[in-house]
């Protein structure tokens, strides 16, 4: 019962309205220890219920004890505009029968109106990493007294890119704070490096695993020959199906607006929505969408994180994700609160592997089905398999005498190896030494005004997709 957590009675209030009859897992766990003020480290889903475990505490921290003249005292960075906008929605409702003030600080949106917004220090501000970064280099935020730093979906930040703008935004935080750190993995190394950069020694807590909170989500496949193809059997599971909110997925910005082109075309009333749209036309999008305006929306993987909409019980993957845990992002759209949901994948040859990894990861079975009138050619890729008989006759190289035979070998016989014929050297260096000193040679040789400098290696950002049409929101 949230009753035994001794919560403000105006928090209590908020709950009680919200509808929140028990606390969820996350919750149980999250908030007798944020109330200790301690740090933590977090993974749980979106869906579990994490927005009011790690607001719950805060408000409360805050309306037990009172700092007039104050900067912001909790800062919540996430991901993507559509969860800040989300979770600042849930902290209106947890904060409705309190004074607390909250704002967004979001790309897209008016600087300057922001910025006046910051003058007038919110106790709580949810940002995005990109815009927050802007406005600390300018000097227009005060986060000194910032007692809670809250970075939710920590693994999407980390393959948007954000790390650095994270570590950024955390230097300018008071060092005395608390910190909760929320993923819905834990695993990849440089995850637990951004961790372990701003929690002190946190507690851990891992809640329900993903695959036990998807069990309620029917999963099944459909094989696909080729892109119409697979337009032609959404175009008609959408006349089939009954749903009240259907989301498709595609892996490209340019894929969606054609698709979504393709279904208006087809008298589907739907919306788009990635991350080259503009600010307004998301929000847009968002709202028909959620308003059960449009019943459809064809999305990137900009929709798969975070977002809670009401009522989508049908989630189309017209390519298989990329990662396995994309995927799992993607169905957890449908089932949402433990209600049933439907997901459905588009398979083609090229998304064969990607489909395979998933039933194997996630170890569930995403049977398979066909529509009548367009079944596929396809019918799925064998694994060879390694027979005794298949190893024995791969033929064995015979390196030795094929290099004997190489034209280059035969010219430069009997001539003495390129080390030795370095001529200024040193008897007594070793060859090694030697390539060193010819190398740094080459680069004092290189004039220092009007020439080129050495290409620097880019820095790499562990997860970051390769393709550049792939979505992700850059601020
Ligand atoms: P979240 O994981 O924070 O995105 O929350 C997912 C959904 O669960 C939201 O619609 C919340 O309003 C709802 N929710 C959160 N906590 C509870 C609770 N204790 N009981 C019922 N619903 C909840």
């Known amino acids: 019962m949230f009753t035994d957590f001794s919560l403000d009675r105006r928090i209590n209030k908020a709950i009680e309205e919200l509808g929140y009859e028990t ?15 301690k740090d933590l480290k977090v993974s749980a889903e979106t869906g579990s219920g994490k927005t009011a475990a790690f607001l719950i505490p805060a408000i409360q921290h805050f309306l037990a004890k009172d700092a007039k003249d104050t900067g912001t005292r909790a800062l919540i960075i996430v991901p993507t505009r559509e969860l800040a906008r989300q979770v600042y929605k849930t902290l209106q409702q947890l904060t409705r029968h309190t004074p607390l003030k909250g704002m967004i600080i979001m790309g897209g949106e008016d600087y300057k109106y922001q910025h006046s917004l910051l003058r007038k220090n ?13 406005h600390i280099e300018r000097g227009n935020t005060d986060l000194k007294d910032l007692e809670v730093l809250i970075i939710d979906e920590a693994d999407r930040m980390m393959e948007l890119g954000f790390n650095d703008d994270v570590s950024t935004i955390a230097a300018q935080c008071k060092k005395e704070r608390q910190t909760l750190f929320f993923s819905a993995t834990l695993k990849p190394h440089a995850l637990s490096a951004l961790a372990d950069e701003l929690l002190e020694e946190p507690e851990t807590l891992l809640l329900n695993t993903r ?66 749209m503009d600010q307004l036309d ?59 949901g439907t997901a459905i994948s588009l398979v083609g040859a090229n998304d064969w592997a ?66 030795a014929r370095i001529p200024d050297q040193e008897n007594t260096k070793t060859p090694a030494a030697e390539t060193e000193t010819a190398s740094e040679r080459v680069i004092k040789s290189i004039p220092k005004q009007g020439g080129f400098a050495p290409i620097k290696k880019k820095k790499k950002v562990d997860n970051l997709p390769l393709d550049l049409d792939e979505e992700h929101d850059s601020d």
């Open 354 to 419: 990607r489909y395979t990894n998933v039933e194997q990861r996630t170890k569930q079975i995403l049977s398979r089905r066909s529509i009548k009138g367009l079944e596929a050619t396809f019918t799925g890729i064998k694994k060879k398999k390694k027979t005794a008989d298949s190893v024995k006759k791969r033929p064995v190289k015979k390196t030795a005498d094929k290099s004997k035979e190489r034209v280059r070998n035969r010219k430069n016989k009997g001539k003495p190896k390129r080390a």
């Open 211 to 276: 695959r036990d909170q998807q069990l309620h989500i029917r999963q099944q496949h459909i094989l696909a020959d080729d892109k119409k193809h697979k337009q032609n059997i959404v175009d008609r599971l959408l006349y089939d199906e009954s749903f009240d909110k259907c989301l498709i997925f595609t892996n490209t910005k340019v894929e969606t607006d054609q698709f979504s082109a393709f279904l208006r075309y087809k008298k589907h009333h739907v919306v788009a929505l990635h991350g080259d």
């Open 282 to 340: 998301r929000k847009l999008a968002m709202d028909q969408f959620r308003s059960g305006n449009a019943q459809i929306m064809v999305a990137t993987d900009v929709a798969s994180r975070g977002l809670d909409i009401e009522g989508i019980d049908l989630v189309i993957n017209f390519d298989m994700a990329r990662t396995v845990d994309d995927h799992i992002h993607r169905i957890g759209r449908t089932g949402r609160a433990g209600q049933e």
């Open 23 to 37: 606390p969820t897992p996350v919750q149980s766990a999250t908030i007798p220890l944020a109330l200790e003020k």
């Open 122 to 134: 919110p106790e709580f501000i949810v940002a995005t990493p990109g815009r927050l970064v802007e």
